[in-house]
């Protein structure tokens, strides 16, 4: 079955851009999607086909995705930015990574 | 506005059965591609099993195979869960998800989540 990759933590200092991958065997061969998520509250979608982004979703948020690495790039991060952000993928099934925990310093 | 609403959670003990639903609105139903994804304590989502609009395409988690069936009504705008053989290892909030493609075959994005409904198995 289809593995996606995440790391588990990501800080990054406030006002700064953090980076989050998602890695997968020829994973720039697949739409990625990503969604953030806030503790007591179910997940968002941020960035669907690798790089668009729903109404709502300020442009702060960007994906890109290439070879074996999708990448979720948060620009002048916020406080409220704080969340947890996974990547799905269709690998024949629905495939969620393991998620990365995001800490605005 | 779009919306889903989950039900049916609660307390089980093991070997027992449950079946939650959900019920859709502010969007044409009968379109999409419906899912329920859940979240373990502590843990990341896990999609569990999906249907197409037209209840040809269903297709099951692994961990959930032979267990669970998932079934729609369009004319109700309602989507279910049939749960057997509950496990404690089953214990999660469980959501139910809107398809972002209307009549998909590749399924996801999800760009409608419920609240979920949280299903505790344990004696």
């Known amino acids: 079955s289809y593995e996606l990759t995440q790391p588990f933590s990501v800080s990054v200092a406030l006002g700064q851009t953090a980076r989050i991958t998602c890695g997968g065997n020829n994973i720039g061969d697949k739409n990625v999607h990503w969604y953030q998520q806030k503790p007591g509250q179910a997940p968002v979608l941020l960035i669907y086909?690798?790089?668009n982004r729903p109404s709502g979703i300020p442009d702060r948020f960007s994906g890109s995705n290439s070879g074996n690495t999708a990448t979720l790039t948060i620009s002048r991060a916020q406080a409220g930015d704080e969340a947890d952000y996974y990547c799905?993928?269709?690998?024949?099934?629905?495939?969620f990574g393991g998620g990365t925990k995001l800490t605005v310093l | 506005e779009v919306q889903v609403v989950e039900s049916g959670g609660g307390l089980v003990q093991p070997g027992r059965s449950l079946r939650l639903s959900c019920v859709a609105s502010?969007?044409?139903?009968?379109?999409?591609?419906m899912h329920w994804v859940r979240q373990a304590p502590g843990k990341g989502p896990e999609w569990v099993s999906g249907?197409?609009?037209?209840?040809?395409?269903?297709v099951y988690a692994d961990s959930v195979k032979g267990r669970f069936t998932i079934s729609r009504d369009n004319a109700k705008n309602s989507l279910s869960l049939q749960m057997n053989s509950l496990g404690p290892e089953d214990t999660a909030i469980y959501y139910c998800?809107?398809?972002?493609?209307?009549?998909?075959?590749?399924?996801?994005?999800?760009?409608?989540w419920g609240l979920g409904t949280l299903v505790t198995v344990s004696s």
């Open positions: 502010g969007f044409t139903f009968e379109e999409y591609a």
């Open positions: 799905q993928v269709w690998d024949a099934t629905v495939v």
């Open positions: 086909r690798d790089i």
């Open positions: 998800a809107k398809d972002e493609r209307r009549y998909s075959t590749i399924w996801g994005p999800f760009d409608c």
């Open positions: 249907i197409g609009w037209n209840s040809v395409s269903i």
